[in-house]
T-cell receptor, first 116, second 114 residues
Framework: AQSVAQPEDQVNVAEGNPLTVKCTYS??????LFWYVQYPNRGLQFLLK??????LVKGSYGFEAEFNKSQTSFHLKKPSALVSDSALYFC??????????????FGKGTKLSVKP | SQTIHQWPATLVQPVGSPLSLECTVE??????LYWYRQAAGRGLQLLFY??????ISSEVPQNLSASRPQDRQFILSSKKLLLSDSGFYLC?????????????FGSGTRLTVV
């Protein structure tokens, strides 16, 4: 069965410091991997995705994520955090098969808090 | 371009009253459609998904139902709301069969059952 784990409920970072939000996954075959961000009382917004190719994916708002197949991880990173990055972040994985196997599976979310 | 509309943004309903939340997508045809519930600003629970008109798959047994009367319209309903139905409801769409695509989410409905 497909699954996604975000081991940290919350990540606290000082503004200007680098940030990492962790994600590991389990899926049969090669995965499609996604990161979404959610601000309070808003829908989820797409940040970036890994489909194939370069393991380092760059996305919106200066975020990037590194796909590591051997560690089955897809950690979200940013070199210098902003207070405005404070939000709830979701990792998601999608298999390459039809039916319910093709649905996105979301992690439980990690709350990122960036302090000035 | 494709857009997704979800309404209302907020809703306060008494226990035992009916519910109808609507979601519509523009600019695409035959999308996959999804309803999620999010409790207390945390994890997402997939409630229903649909791959076509009249085709609804339920992920969890509950007090809710979904319908897809038109290609780009997805409705979440309840005949009698429970307190436990309170939460943040999100509609989303994706390209049918396009597994390299993610989901696009609506702006959500905050439902409070009192």
């Amino acid at each position: 069965a497909q699954s996604v784990a975000q081991p940290e409920d919350q990540v606290n970072v000082a503004e200007g410091n680098p940030l990492t939000v962790k994600c590991t996954y389990s899926v049969s075959g090669n995965p499609y991997l996604f990161w979404y961000v959610q601000y309070p009382n808003r829908g989820l917004q797409f940040l970036l995705k890994y489909i194939t190719g370069d393991n380092l994916v760059k996305g919106s708002y200066g975020f990037e994520a590194e796909f590591n197949k051997s560690q089955t991880s897809f950690h979200l990173k940013k070199p210098s955090a902003l207070v405005s990055d404070s939000a709830l972040y979701f990792c998601a994985v999608r298999g390459r098969r039809g039916g319910s196997q093709g649905n996105l599976i979301f992690g439980k979310g990690t709350k990122l808090s960036v302090k000035p | 371009s494709q857009t997704i509309h979800q309404w209302p943004a907020t809703l306060v309903q008494p226990v035992g009253s009916p519910l109808s939340l609507e979601c519509t997508v523009e600019g695409t045809s035959n999308p996959n459609l999804y309803w999620y519930r999010q409790a207390a600003g945390r994890g997402l629970q997939l409630l229903f998904y649909s791959v076509g008109i009249g085709q609804i798959s339920s992920e969890v047994p509950q007090n809710l139902s979904a319908s897809r009367p038109q290609d780009r319209q997805f409705i979440l309903s309840s005949k009698k709301l429970l307190l436990s139905d309170s939460g943040f409801y999100l509609c989303a769409w994706s390209v049918a069969g396009g597994y390299s695509y993610g989901y696009t989410f609506g702006s959500g409905t905050r439902l409070t059952v009192v």
